[in-house]
């Protein structure tokens, strides 16, 4: 049995492990397309922090760490896949057999269709390799202009704060991360971070980036006819699955790769998952792209136990995001911007940069967002997926949201319980 892994993010490396484990004579195969062993993006911004060297962002450390498990890795490209023969095509010219592949080949970001994306002095913020080009660039006191206020923006951003940078954040968006907060705390981040000194500019898009002749190489001209100077421009304006090798191979796809609750795809013998994975969406019972670490690593570990031939269901994935911006800590859970005809209970101390939002269908927690609360924010994600009805907890909950820890506990202790009831 041949069973080959394509990506070496997190997804990848979990699922090589599983296999190892569950097929011990199998051969395991992981096929990597960057010059680099397995590592972590989300371990980007710490290396440009110097908190850790390049070896610190590596998934598994150690020399000899896959060799000793008898997974081979290799450094090459993916370029066709070949279900009716179980094949794959290399870009070096190999070709390998398989009885098992699993599609782990993660996102790539996406450029805007602007005018001189393609200057030097323009990165984007996702590889090892633009990580270097970041760090050589960003130095105390260079002009810097971010585009792109998500969820990856930030965690960019806060790095590029650290390193002492002259930093204009450019968001299309009315608020920042606007796919995980609403308006309030959207733009109570953008008052945290403007009062640290980031300029933050929302609703504003960058309309081209041109050449210049003054102490900086670049300028970035924006709608508002505003015009900033910059040594670098990063891009995080949003990133799209790894699929186009895939084209041909009668494997269905929508966003990602559409797969069943076993991870498999609609081809007999190919499985996928992480961020190239559309899978059940826990909260809507429908099939959506999470771009999470958490959500790759249970694919990984579920696709391969597949492959190995032991049966494991994925029951599907609840939507999660926490995020530290410059400190402060914002997170989301489920359907956080509610159902149609649900309840919502809010908190909100602007002064205190705190804000706390749940979401209920019926009497059950179905989504949240909040800001500046930290404290047993897992029973928050906990009521939510195990889709416990609240009774008497959700009267309470809509008039004070920050209990949900004694309502957490309430609804999953067993009966005769005595939880602190006022």
């Not at 011990?24 to 922090?49: F, K, Q």
């Not at 008898?70 to 070949?82: L, S």
């Not at 771009?291 to 029951?315: E, F, L, S, W, Y």
Request: hydrophobic share 40%; aromatic share 6%.
């Amino acid at each position: 049995m041949h069973h080959i892994i394509i990506g070496t993010g997190p997804a990848g490396v979990v699922a090589a492990e599983t296999l190892r484990k569950l097929d011990p004579d199998a051969a395991v195969t992981l096929i990597g397309d960057e010059p680099e062993p397995p590592y972590s993006r989300m371990a980007i911004p710490y290396y440009l922090i110097d908190q850790i060297d390049e070896r610190g962002t590596h998934l598994r450390r150690g020399s000899g760490y896959f060799e000793d498990r008898r997974i081979e890795v290799r450094q090459d490209r993916v370029t066709a896949v070949n279900p009716g023969e179980r094949s794959l095509s290399l870009q070096s010219g190999d070709a390998l057999r398989y009885d098992r592949v699993l599609v782990a080949t993660g996102s790539h970001p996406v450029s805007p269709p602007i005018a001189g994306m393609d200057s030097p002095g323009v990165h984007h913020c996702w590889t090892l390799e633009d990580a270097r080009h970041i760090a050589a660039l960003a130095t105390p006191g260079a002009k810097v202009v971010l585009m792109g206020a998500g969820f990856i923006g930030c965690i960019i951003l806060e790095s590029l704060a650290a390193r002492g940078t002259d930093l204009t954040v450019i968001e299309a968006q009315d608020r920042m991360v606007p796919r995980m907060l609403g308006h309030t705390p959207g733009n109570l981040i953008k008052q945290w971070c403007e009062a640290k000194g980031v300029r933050i500019l929302t609703s504003t898009q960058v309309q081209s980036i041109e050449p210049s002749s003054g102490g900086d190489p670049l300028q970035v001209q924006l709608s508002d006819g505003t015009a900033l100077p910059a040594k670098l421009v990063i891009s995080a304006t949003g990133v799209q699955p790894n699929i186009g090798f895939l084209e041909g191979a009668g494997v269905d796809t929508d966003q990602g790769i559409l797969v069943n609750e076993h991870l498999q795809s609609s081809a007999a013998g190919i499985y996928a998952a992480g961020d190239v994975a559309q899978g059940l969406d826990f909260s809507t019972g429908g099939y959506s792209v999470q771009a999470i670490q958490p959500t790759a690593a249970d694919h990984g570990q579920i696709a391969a136990a597949n492959m190995a031939g032991t049966v494991r269901k994925h029951r599907g994935s609840v939507n999660m995001n926490v995020l530290a911006t410059m400190g402060l800590i914002s997170s989301s859970f489920g359907l956080w911007d509610g159902v149609d005809g649900g309840d919502s209970a809010e908190l909100s101390d602007p002064a205190g940069f705190r804000y706390l939002n749940l979401q209920f269908a019926d009497d059950r927690l179905v989504g949240a967002s909040s800001l500046g609360v930290t404290e047993h924010v897992g029973a928050i994600r906990g009521l939510i997926q195990s889709r416990t009805p609240l009774g008497d907890w959700k009267p309470r909950l809509l008039k004070d949201p920050t209990r949900f820890m004694e309502a957490y506990i309430a609804a999953t202790q067993p009966v005769g319980y005595n939880a602190r009831v006022v």
